[in-house]
């Protein structure tokens, strides 16, 4: 077998992995639990048991590479290297978010950092990504568009259209399908018609299939695809295996699910975990230096909770910029 | 009789339409939920429960789930509906209908004129719609006025729980493409809704309060605010007549002039953004039909022309309050 790439980082690469993901586990967690007590508004879709996945495939990446996001869009956001309290800003509707407080946690985007957006529509970001890539290869900047989208954004028209639009411009795209097994409550193995790799196959991309817990396999498969765009050969996608931990969005029951599903998954399938069981099995970093960034990050997203709690709210005044109104 | 809210209202319809008609059926993303997962079957009835019971009574031949891919399920319930059967879909948010417009606008709304009176497309898109809930920009819009400009569609925007039910039994029974607008932050409103089957027919305006005054014109939730200025103002000396159009497709014209040359003044409210809305359309109207009645300048209360924001504060500053609609019938009623 070879030797996994991810195993070759260096020190320093493997601690912000680790505190990637720990930032968004506790992220999460915390946003769950304040939605739980009526602090938080609106739509809010969690990523937590997915964090390999977005670390994985962003830990390379520059500002200058794009990134195109879906409705569970905070890890990615966090993976891309936004600030985690003007997310959480965001997400409360304060006046220094990210966005203002116009978007919310569905539309969270820092374009400086190279993240083009979650997004409401599902299947919203492929063709977004399509347009970065082209804008990379004309302008020559060197940069890559990876897109995101889940098991049941992988069946919207947009999102074949292009792979398909990808491959014919030979454009430095990475399609990420994150197959959490579920699209809301229904089941990717029944709506998903085909096999993800050969859905790739079949519009001349290279696939790869991996385990959305490991960070290192996720890791492998998305520096072979950046690779691969950097160098001028075209798309590629990766089909990342993987569970949330909550439901569809919060407040969702999830009487779909069988029973102890999450419990078993929570003890049995978490990144987290795994990193640490594998980083001190090879003897890369003692466990005490991830308790310490453990920590750290709890500390970092209190500060980040309670500076939006304390924030000031938009006002009418707000209400109608950046924006054509007059007329 | 019993109170029911709009939810169950609508669930009500659809339940008595397809125990009657065995071509209705139902499609549509989680409309039944559970499809190939480990847990309950039937375990959304939609996002908001809408559809919730009907696949347990009527099947999963009868309760389509759908992949998500609006274009393609959108568009098979059209060329169902062009076919034989008579689809109840739903595009979960009406914001979504940019995925699917063109098997709506180019097919559906379009065959019946296009080949010659030859086809009928007996089809109802469900869709949810409206600001409130803080759902943010791509969840929260109005956009019945998008649908009511094109030819061959019929846009119907219920505004409390008997209107829904009436109204969706005459969607379902209707040989055109239906688009039916559900507002979201109305499915727990209650009110007395009959049990048996009744219909509500289109392009009949309902007045909903009268008054001698100031004619208020007003789509969906907006009825209920309407309702609400009428009854306060009641006791102030100013008479409001509210006009609940029911469908803007077709539309009522001939009682919204009637109550605009009995009351001489006019107040349209529409959640929707305010360029191309049925606030300027009902404006236009009557400026061109009525200019000789009017005592005042016809008053738009509208959202702003901006997308619709996520923050609840500016969410709540974005939507027609009340206290808008007060402001603006006390100033035509020279009350200001
Ligand atoms: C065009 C469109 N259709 C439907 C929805 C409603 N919706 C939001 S998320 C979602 C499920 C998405 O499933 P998947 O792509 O697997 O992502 P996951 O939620 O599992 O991360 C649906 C149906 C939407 N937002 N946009
Ligand atoms: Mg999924």
Redesign the pocket.
């Given at each position: 077998m070879q030797l996994s790439r991810g195993m070759q980082l260096s020190r320093e690469e493997l601690l912000r992995a680790y505190r990637g993901m720990r930032t968004i586990r506790d992220f999460e967690e915390r946003v769950h639990d304040e939605f739980a007590a009526g602090t938080i508004p609106g739509f809010v879709?969690l990523y937590a048991g997915e964090e390999a996945s977005a670390i994985g495939v962003c830990l390379d990446l520059e500002d200058k590479d794009r990134i195109a996001s879906?409705?569970?869009g905070h890890g990615h956001c966090i993976a891309k290297g936004c600030d985690v309290t003007g997310m959480m800003m965001e997400i409360y509707g304060r006046r220094d978010g990210l966005c203002g407080g116009k978007g919310g946690s569905m539309h969270i985007a820092d374009l400086a950092k190279g993240m083009m957006g979650a997004n409401?529509?599902?299947?919203?970001g492929p063709p977004l990504v399509c347009g970065a890539a082209l804008s990379a290869k004309t302008l020559k900047t060197g940069g890559v568009a990876v897109g995101f989208?889940?098991?049941?954004?992988?069946n919207?028209g947009t999102t074949l259209e292009s792979y398909n639009l990808a491959r014919v411009w030979n454009l430095p795209a990475v399609f990420v399908v994150?197959?959490?097994g579920?699209?809301?409550s229904t089941a990717?193995g029944w709506a998903v018609a085909g096999d993800q790799l050969k859905r790739a196959e079949a519009f001349g991309m290279p696939g790869r299939r991996v385990d959305g817990h490991d960070f290192f396999e996720v890791y492998d498969a998305a520096k072979e695809a950046i690779d691969r765009a950097r160098a001028g050969d075209g798309p590629s996608l990766i089909h990342v295996c993987l569970n949330?931990y909550y439901g569809?969005f919060e407040g969702d029951a999830m009487t779909y699910r069988g029973e102890g599903e999450v419990d078993r998954l929570r003890a049995e399938r978490d990144s987290l975990a795994l990193f640490r069981k594998r980083v001190s099995e090879a003897g890369l970093i003692e466990s005490g230096q991830l308790d310490d960034i453990d920590r750290e990050v709890a500390l970092i997203i209190d500060g980040a909770v309670a500076a939006s709690k304390a924030a000031p709210a938009p006002t009418l005044a707000d209400l109608t910029t950046d924006v054509y109104v007059s007329y | 009789m019993a109170k029911k809210t709009f939810r169950m209202a609508i669930n009500e319809a659809i339940a008595q339409e397809m125990r009657r008609d065995p071509t209705v059926i139902v499609m549509g993303?989680?409309n039944a939920g559970g499809m190939g997962a480990p847990g309950e079957d039937d375990a959304w009835g939609g996002?908001l429960g809408v559809t919730k019971g009907l696949m347990p009574e009527f099947g999963r031949e009868r309760v389509l789930d759908t992949p998500?891919t609006?274009s393609a399920f959108i568009g098979a319930a059209v060329g169902a509906a062009a076919t034989g059967l008579r689809p109840v879909a739903e595009l979960?948010?009406v914001d979504?209908m940019g995925?699917c417009l063109d098997q709506i606008y180019n097919q559906a709304g379009k065959f019946r004129y296009m080949f010659g009176g030859k086809a009928v497309t007996p089809l109802v898109i469900r869709t949810m719609f409206g600001a409130g809930f803080r759902a943010a920009s791509?969840?929260s819009q109005c956009l019945y006025p998008v649908f009511t400009h094109f030819p061959g569609l019929k846009v119907v925007i219920p505004s409390s729980p008997y209107e829904a039910k009436g109204l969706m039994i005459q969607s379902i029974r209707d040989d055109d493409p239906v688009i039916f607008f559900e507002h979201k932050v109305m499915y727990d409103d209650e009110e007395e809704v009959p049990d048996e089957s009744y219909t509500i027919p289109f392009g009949e305006a309902n007045l909903t309060r009268e008054g001698d005054d100031v004619t208020i014109v007003a789509f969906g939730r907006m009825v209920k605010l309407a309702n609400q200025v009428a009854d306060s103002l009641a006791g102030d000396g100013i008479g409001c007549t509210v006009v609940d159009p029911r469908t803007t497709s077709p539309l009522d014209t001939e009682t919204i002039l009637e109550c605009v040359a009995d009351t001489g003044r006019l107040v349209v409210v529409d959640e929707a953004n305010p360029r191309c809305s049925m606030a300027s359309d009902i404006a236009a109207l009557v400026a061109e039909n009525a200019f000789d009645a009017l005592k005042a300048p016809i008053r738009m209360v509208t959202a702003p022309h901006t997308p619709v924001p996520f923050s609840p504060d500016l969410e709540d500053l974005y939507i027609p309050t009340p206290e808008k609609i007060e402001a603006a019938v006390r100033e035509v009623a020279g009350r200001g």
């Open positions: 879709h879906t409705h569970r409401g529509i599902v299947g919203g989208v889940g098991d049941g954004g992988s919207q994150e197959d959490n579920y699209a809301e990717s949330r569809h | 993303e989680d996002v998500i609006e979960m948010f979504f995925v791509q969840h």
